[in-house]
């Protein structure tokens, strides 16, 4: 609950030195709402706070922020580390429903995959080392359908999204997160 006063003397501007700055808040603000100054008689007279119309920012992010891709590239880091999450808190379904809102679907379904099988590899009981091997044989199924899907309409493009690296994972290629790393 916000504290409330009725004494005027709470609601009195704050004068501070040189710029005579002042808050109509009773708390130390800085919404710079008005500006209290001095005229050459002494007297005090609010006026209005002037709001710099130039750009704080300028150059790429600029034109990125306008443009609305940087939205997007943030989206998509937070999807990419919600999927994660899913995938290491054992939340399966979740991350195929995430999986399905990335715009890098094959690179991050065999990362998907990698993380599992790993995972397997450590498991102490073999009931759950066998559930996450068929978790990452489902990542791996989805994105070979993936790129057979590509494939079928053009074979360059398919290669060249098995090749092209992806800023998202790292600048790491579709095809090294599917060769397996081996100890």
């Not at 008005?34 to 007279?45: F, T």
Request: net charge neutral; proline share 5%.
């Amino acid at each position: 609950m916000w504290p409330v006063s009725t004494d005027p003397s709470d609601f009195s501007p704050n004068i501070n030195s040189h710029t005579r700055a002042s808050c109509r808040c009773k708390w130390m603000c800085s919404c710079g709402s008005q500006n209290v100054m001095e005229d050459p008689n002494g007297n005090l007279k609010e006026t209005l706070l002037k709001i710099p119309t130039v750009p704080l920012i300028s150059g790429p992010l600029y034109e990125m922020i306008c443009d609305g891709t940087l939205t997007k590239k943030l989206i998509q880091t937070m999807l990419r580390d919600l999927l994660y999450w899913s995938i290491f808190t054992d939340r399966i379904d979740m991350a195929k429903i995430l999986l399905l809102h990335l715009q890098t679907r094959i690179c991050a379904a065999l990362s998907c995959a990698a993380i599992l099988r790993n995972r397997a590899n450590a498991a102490t009981i073999s009931d759950q080392g066998d559930f996450y091997r068929q978790q990452a044989t489902d990542f791996e199924m989805y994105a070979t359908d993936c790129i057979n899907a590509c494939y079928s309409t053009s074979e360059r493009k398919a290669c060249e999204l098995l090749i092209r690296q992806q800023p998202l994972f790292g600048k790491i290629t579709c095809m090294q997160v599917s060769i397996p790393h081996i100890d």
